[in-house]
T-cell receptor
C-alpha cells in the first residue's frame, strides 16, 4: 500500500513567519511530488511540484525533496492570513497521484 | 467554458438509488480521475482512465462504475447508493498519470449525501 503521511495539524503560525509543512512517502519508486492547497469547501489547487533532490523556489514557496529520507517539505515565507488552508502532499511513480490527508495551516494576524 | 466541470454540485439521494456524477473537460487531456474526499481519509482514488474506453480501478472502486466513451467525459455511477458513499467527489484531469509539470487539475467537486 503506497502511503503519503502528513501531520494533520492544525499548524498555527503568526503573520509574517515561516510555515513549515512536512510529508513522508512510503514508495521508493515515487518520482514526482506535488503540493496542493485546498481552501475550505473548495477543490485542491496545485501550488508546487518537485522532481529532483534539493530545493525549488517559487515566490514565497519553497519545496524541498530528500529521496534518501523519503521526505518532502513545503516552506511558506512571510505567511499571510490568506495562506490559511489545508495543504495536501501528493506523490506519484508509475501510478496516479497518492495524496496525504493534509495539514491544516492557520496564519494568525 | 474552458476547464473541467462537474455536475451536480450538490446531490441528496436515497439508499439503493442509482446516481451518476458527471465530469467534463475541455482540454483534451488524456487522463481523467475520480477521487473521493472524506474526513480522516483524505483524497482516495476511485477510478481513472488513460484514454477513451480505457479505465482502471483505484484504491476504493467497490460500488462504483465508470465509462469513458468520449475523451472529454468521464461519468461516475453509484449503482446502488449506500450511506458510506456520502462524500465529496472530485474529478481531475491531466496529460499524464504522473501529472508532471501540470499536475492534476480538479473540478469543483460534487457533495453527495446518501440518506
Amino acid at each position: 500500500q503506497k502511503e503519503v503521511e502528513q501531520n494533520s495539524g492544525p499548524l498555527s503560525v503568526p503573520e509574517g513567519a515561516i510555515a513549515s509543512l512536512n510529508c513522508t512517502y512510503s514508495d521508493r519508486g515515487s518520482q514526482s511530488f506535488f503540493w496542493y492547497r485546498q481552501y475550505s469547501g473548495k477543490s485542491p489547487e496545485l501550488i508546487m511540484f518537485i522532481y529532483s533532490n534539493g530545493d525549488k523556489e517559487d515566490g514565497r514557496f519553497t519545496a524541498q525533496l530528500n529521496k534518501a529520507s523519503q521526505y518532502v517539505s513545503l516552506l511558506i515565507r512571510d505567511s499571510q492570513p490568506s495562506d490559511s488552508a489545508t495543504y495536501l502532499c501528493a506523490a506519484s511513480g508509475n501510478t496516479p497521484l497518492v495524496f496525504g490527508k493534509g495539514t491544516r495551516l492557520s496564519v494568525i494576524a | 467554458d474552458a476547464g473541467i466541470t462537474q455536475s451536480p454540485r450538490y446531490k441528496i439521494t436515497e439508499t439503493g438509488r442509482q446516481v451518476t456524477l458527471m465530469c467534463h473537460q475541455t482540454w483534451s487531456h488524456s487522463y481523467m480521475f475520480w477521487y473521493r474526499q472524506d474526513l480522516g481519509h483524505g483524497l482516495r482514488l476511485i477510478y481513472y482512465s488513460a484514454a477513451a474506453d480505457i479505465t482502471d480501478k483505484g484504491e476504493v472502486p467497490d460500488g462504483y462504475v465508470v465509462s469513458r466513451s468520449k475523451t472529454e467525459n468521464f461519468p461516475l455511477t453509484l449503482e446502488s447508493a449506500t450511506r458510506s458513499q456520502t462524500s465529496v467527489y472530485f474529478c481531475a484531469s491531466s496529460e499524464s498519470t504522473f501529472g508532471r509539470a501540470d499536475g492534476y487539475t480538479f473540478g469543483s467537486g460534487t457533495r453527495l449525501t446518501v440518506v
